[in-house]
């Protein structure tokens, strides 16, 4: 799972933007945006399986 995520935020940062203009545009550069930005931080997770629950670990602190 966290490899799909990795791979799918390399997906998000590579493609390209379509021919569209104006505000459409900015829509499309955003959301490509928040795409990446959330796959990225599942792909930078660790990750457990306990009892049958999987468990993400996020670090949100910054880099020392």
Same mark, same amino acid.
Request: overall charge positive.
């Given at each position: 799972?966290?490899? +799909?995520?990795?791979? +799918?935020?390399r997906a998000v940062k590579s493609r390209g933007i379509p021919p569209i203009e104006g505000p459409e545009r900015q829509r499309f550069i955003k959301a490509a945006q928040d795409d990446f930005m959330d796959f990225s931080i599942i792909g930078d997770a660790s990750c457990t399986l306990e009892d049958g629950i999987l468990i993400l670990t996020v670090d949100l602190r910054p880099n020392s």
């Open positions: 799972m966290i490899q +799909r995520f990795q791979s +799918r935020a």
